[in-house]
């Protein structure tokens, strides 16, 4: 059997019909050592067909196999049996081009007694048989000697060769010949019968455990047991009606056996399964309502249904790239995603092709091709700068420390000129608030100008120069840091981070009927009613605008359409999560995938995936934006206009009261 398996897994056909004689050895020894090996190599046996010992009619077994699509036949049976097998298989067409028959050692080892007419009903089949060597003393030995004794027990027939059976049952009878001592005269006495089954009996047990030591080279090699059974064969011959019998040794791969001619003689290896045709395509399904219709979009016009989208194109690049015509069918599904791959498994469709979710559950429902799109998951919020509802931005560049260091060093610098400068400057002296006032505006001045003509002491000159300079950094820092925080909007990344979404129960967003709603409550804890999911993508701006939600999480090829539409509204924020990627479904161990998954590899690394996704990106003008871009409200310097409006008004009203109470002092003196 695991040869068979070897052969099969060699060719890489990832699925097998096999044909089986409903015989107990077959179901309970053969068949579950051939499912094992099979297994082994990665293939799977799509149906299985058990026919009756006596069967007298094969036909509507074998319609049933012509009508799927594997085209790989392992068959064990009798060799009566595979002789009707094979005339009906070869009547119904089962035996052209891209089909392949092999048969196990219960038939191929009495291919050498099958007369022409036969043979030439199983041209391509490929057999595994029974490996004795036909070399050695002992080997010729026992020919000789069977030939003279068969030519003369049997004259009429022609062939003078042993079978298989006739070397085992001579191995066999050899075995136990040694196990009893190699006595002759075993129960060739005259002694009752009763006698001879008492004798039996009591040296039954001894005589298997002699048996079961065996250690010999009999005629079919070795001869020896393995935990009370008898040890396989390393070796054995494979057969085919177009190639002579050949020695080969057990591996797992079977390219020892160089070029086979298969059935329907192909120059290239069959791939082992049926392609649709025009009358019987491929039913693919699609999702009938997806969020973001630009990877999927079906339409009703003039009574026909039309399917197209970036999912689509996808698709039908991927099919231009494949050595064969693929013909199909699109049906459209209208449910969850899950339930949409799910059909798969219940045999509705034979594919689904669409926005399909990468994920490791849908997996027990069919298997994926090669993703075809970018992967990750990401959230994507409003753009909140940190210039809305924030009048006190201005003081955001600097840190509270540093700001005190300044106005400390503003002020011992302002201090010091004074100091310098006040026999110089009558201005300077005065009264006791005149002198703060003078010291606290000369303190700001030295920042914006180096007033080297009105400074007489070099002292001074030189510590003006040197805050100057200073200042100079500081200022240029300042406004380099506060232009950044008024041109690019920032994103508070510890609002939207995920432990700040689950302990404010902030409500988030993602599409309805996909796998993400179940991702963020396994993965992340969110809640269940803080997820809210959207049909559509156009619901998705309103909602971040109205604060519905807080942020809306969205796979990277939606988030790719959803900014290109609507980049200066919205921006994407936190990692990217790593998740599987869009990819077409077939069924598990489809032939067909492994060809579908090298084409999307092929796309790929030729560039026209990446022009199909510009094209479905360039359709979108990011300048259709009705915010401007750049432009800076007054909320940006509501906090400045606060401290100028607020120092003047109160500068103004101790203007007033002085002068109101200076007319009512000299209306009093008068």
């Given at each position: 059997?695991?040869?068979v398996?070897?052969i099969v897994g060699?060719?890489h056909?990832?699925?097998?019909?096999l044909?089986?004689?409903?015989t107990?050895?077959?179901?309970?020894s053969?068949?579950p050592?051939?499912?094992d090996a099979?297994h082994?190599?990665?293939t799977g046996?799509?149906?299985?067909v058990?026919?009756p010992?006596?069967a007298?009619?094969?036909y509507d077994?074998?319609e049933?196999l012509?009508?799927?699509q594997?085209?790989v036949?392992?068959?064990?049976t009798?060799?009566?049996?595979?002789?009707?097998?094979?005339?009906e298989?070869?009547?119904?067409?089962?035996?052209e081009?891209?089909?392949?028959?092999?048969?196990?050692s219960?038939?191929?080892?009495h291919?050498?007694?099958?007369?022409?007419?036969v043979?030439?009903t199983?041209?391509?089949?490929?057999?595994?048989?029974?490996?004795?060597p036909?070399?050695g003393?002992?080997?010729?030995d026992?020919?000789t000697?069977?030939?003279?004794?068969?030519?003369?027990?049997h004259?009429?027939?022609?062939?003078?060769?042993?079978?298989?059976?006739?070397?085992?049952a001579?191995?066999?009878?050899?075995a136990?010949?040694?196990?009893m001592g190699?006595?002759?005269?075993?129960?060739?006495?005259?002694?009752?019968?009763?006698?001879?089954e008492?004798?039996?009996?009591?040296h039954?047990?001894?005589?298997?455990?002699?048996?079961?030591?065996?250690?010999?080279?009999?005629l079919?090699g070795?001869?020896?047991?393995?935990e009370?059974v008898?040890a396989?064969s390393?070796?054995?011959?494979?057969?085919?009606?177009?190639?002579?019998t050949?020695?080969?040794?057990?591996?797992m791969?079977?390219?020892?056996l160089g070029?086979?001619?298969?059935?329907?003689?192909p120059?290239n290896?069959p791939?082992?399964?049926?392609?649709?045709?025009?009358?019987?395509p491929l039913?693919?399904?699609?999702?009938?309502n997806?969020?973001?219709?630009q990877?999927?979009n079906i339409?009703n016009v003039g009574?026909?249904?039309?399917?197209?989208?970036?999912?689509?194109?996808?698709?039908k690049?991927?099919?231009?790239?494949?050595?064969?015509h693929?013909?199909?069918?699109f049906?459209?599904?209208n449910?969850t995603y899950?339930?949409?791959?799910?059909?798969?498994?219940y045999k509705k469709f034979?594919?689904?092709?669409?926005?399909?979710?990468?994920?490791a559950r849908?997996?027990?429902?069919?298997?994926?091709?090669?993703p075809w799109?970018d992967s990750?998951l990401?959230?994507?919020v409003?753009k909140?700068s940190?210039t809305q509802?924030r009048?006190w931005?201005?003081?955001?560049?600097?840190?509270?420390?540093?700001?005190?260091l300044?106005?400390?060093?503003?002020?011992y610098?302002?201090?010091?000129?004074?100091?310098?400068e006040?026999t110089?400057?009558?201005?300077f002296n005065?009264?006791?608030?005149?002198?703060?006032?003078?010291l606290?505006w000369?303190?700001?001045?030295?920042?914006f100008?180096?007033?080297?003509?009105k400074?007489?002491s070099?002292?001074?000159?030189m510590?003006?120069?040197v805050?100057l300079f200073?200042?100079?950094?500081i200022i240029?820092?300042y406004?380099?840091?506060?232009?950044?925080m008024l041109?690019?909007p920032?994103?508070?990344?510890?609002?939207?981070?995920m432990?700040f979404l689950?302990m404010?129960?902030?409500k988030?967003?993602?599409?309805?009927?996909s796998f993400?709603?179940?991702?963020?409550e396994?993965?992340?804890?969110?809640?269940p009613k803080?997820?809210?999911?959207?049909?559509?993508?156009?619901?998705?701006p309103?909602?971040?605008?109205?604060?519905?939600?807080?942020?809306?999480?969205l796979?990277v090829?939606y988030m790719?359409?959803?900014?290109a539409?609507?980049?200066?509204?919205?921006?994407?924020?936190?990692?990217?999560?790593?998740?599987?990627?869009?990819?077409f479904?077939?069924?598990?161990?489809s032939?067909?995938?492994?060809d579908?998954?090298?084409a999307?590899l092929?796309?790929?690394?030729s560039?026209?995936l990446?022009?199909?996704?510009n094209?479905?990106?360039?359709?979108?003008n990011?300048?259709d934006?009705n915010?401007p871009?750049?432009?800076?409200?007054?909320?940006?310097?509501s906090?400045?206009?606060y401290i100028t409006?607020?120092?003047?008004t109160i500068?103004l009203?101790?203007y007033?009261?002085?002068?109101?109470?200076?007319?009512?002092?000299?209306a009093n003196?008068?």
């Amino acid at each position: 059997m695991n040869a068979v398996a070897a052969i099969v897994g060699t060719w890489h056909w990832r699925k097998v019909n096999l044909i089986y004689e409903d015989t107990d050895s077959a179901t309970f020894s053969i068949l579950p050592k051939l499912v094992d090996a099979l297994h082994e190599v990665g293939t799977g046996i799509e149906n299985l067909v058990p026919l009756p010992p006596l069967a007298s009619s094969l036909y509507d077994d074998l319609e049933k196999l012509k009508r799927k699509q594997c085209r790989v036949f392992i068959v064990h049976t009798s060799l009566s049996l595979a002789k009707q097998l094979f005339l009906e298989a070869k009547k119904m067409g089962l035996m052209e081009k891209d089909t392949i028959w092999i048969t196990t050692s219960s038939i191929s080892d009495h291919f050498d007694f099958l007369n022409s007419s036969v043979i030439s009903t199983m041209e391509g089949v490929l057999g595994v048989k029974t490996y004795h060597p036909q070399t050695g003393t002992q080997y010729k030995d026992f020919i000789t000697r069977f030939r003279s004794r068969f030519r003369l027990e049997h004259p009429e027939e022609v062939r003078l060769v042993p079978g298989i059976f006739a070397l085992e049952a001579y191995d066999a009878t050899k075995a136990a010949l040694l196990a009893m001592g190699g006595r002759k005269d075993v129960n060739t006495t005259d002694d009752s019968k009763d006698m001879e089954e008492s004798s039996s009996t009591l040296h039954g047990q001894e005589l298997l455990h002699k048996i079961l030591q065996s250690d010999f080279k009999g005629l079919t090699g070795e001869f020896r047991f393995t935990e009370d059974v008898l040890a396989a064969s390393t070796l054995f011959n494979w057969f085919s009606k177009t190639i002579s019998t050949q020695k080969s040794s057990y591996n797992m791969s079977m390219e020892i056996l160089g070029q086979v001619l298969w059935p329907g003689s192909p120059q290239n290896n069959p791939r082992g399964w049926a392609l649709p045709t025009t009358e019987n395509p491929l039913i693919i399904g699609v999702p009938e309502n997806p969020t973001f219709n630009q990877f999927v979009n079906i339409r009703n016009v003039g009574g026909k249904q039309w399917v197209k989208g970036h999912s689509i194109e996808v698709f039908k690049a991927v099919l231009a790239s494949l050595s064969y015509h693929l013909p199909y069918e699109f049906v459209p599904y209208n449910g969850t995603y899950d339930s949409l791959i799910q059909q798969i498994y219940y045999k509705k469709f034979d594919a689904v092709v669409g926005d399909t979710s990468i994920v490791a559950r849908r997996c027990d429902f069919g298997e994926f091709s090669h993703p075809w799109t970018d992967s990750g998951l990401q959230m994507v919020v409003h753009k909140r700068s940190v210039t809305q509802n924030r009048p006190w931005l201005f003081l955001k560049p600097f840190t509270t420390a540093m700001w005190g260091l300044t106005a400390l060093v503003n002020i011992y610098n302002g201090f010091a000129i004074w100091l310098m400068e006040r026999t110089h400057h009558p201005e300077f002296n005065g009264s006791a608030w005149n002198k703060v006032g003078t010291l606290i505006w000369l303190a700001f001045t030295t920042l914006f100008s180096l007033q080297g003509d009105k400074l007489h002491s070099n002292l001074s000159r030189m510590t003006m120069l040197v805050w100057l300079f200073v200042a100079i950094i500081i200022i240029q820092s300042y406004t380099a840091s506060l232009t950044s925080m008024l041109t690019i909007p920032r994103i508070q990344s510890k609002d939207y981070s995920m432990e700040f979404l689950r302990m404010t129960n902030a409500k988030v967003g993602c599409d309805g009927g996909s796998f993400v709603e179940k991702y963020l409550e396994d993965v992340f804890g969110l809640h269940p009613k803080n997820i809210r999911s959207f049909n559509s993508y156009t619901e998705y701006p309103l909602a971040l605008e109205k604060g519905e939600i807080v942020a809306a999480f969205l796979e990277v090829p939606y988030m790719k359409v959803f900014l290109a539409k609507n980049c200066k509204d919205f921006v994407v924020v936190g990692p990217t999560y790593t998740v599987g990627g869009f990819g077409f479904v077939f069924p598990k161990g489809s032939p067909i995938l492994p060809d579908i998954s090298k084409a999307v590899l092929e796309v790929t690394e030729s560039g026209k995936l990446l022009e199909l996704q510009n094209n479905l990106l360039s359709a979108y003008n990011c300048s259709d934006s009705n915010e401007p871009d750049g432009s800076l409200g007054v909320p940006s310097f509501s906090g400045l206009f606060y401290i100028t409006g607020g120092t003047t008004t109160i500068t103004l009203v101790f203007y007033v009261l002085r002068s109101v109470m200076g007319r009512n002092h000299r209306a009093n003196g008068s």
